[in-house]
């Protein structure tokens, strides 16, 4: 799934660390949602949403398009 997560952060000039910090995840899934070799649960992408204050189609679309 692409996503624009690594834009946000660096707007928000957030490491890895802290978002995942803010999310409850690992800083490694951080990383691999970004590099788009892992797609987040629907919990998950919705955590990372609210963080972004967007909703999940601002951040992630699928691979098709």
């Not at 707007?11 to 691999?32: C, F, K, M, P, Y």
């Amino acid at each position: 799934m692409r996503n624009d997560l690594r834009d946000r952060r660096a707007e928000t000039g957030e490491s890895q660390a802290d978002l995942a910090a803010a999310v409850g995840v690992t800083r490694q899934t951080i990383n691999a949602i970004e590099r788009e070799r892992y797609d987040p649960s629907l919990e998950l992408a919705f955590d990372l949403a609210d963080h972004f204050d967007c909703r999940i189609e601002d951040l992630f679309e699928p691979a098709d398009n």
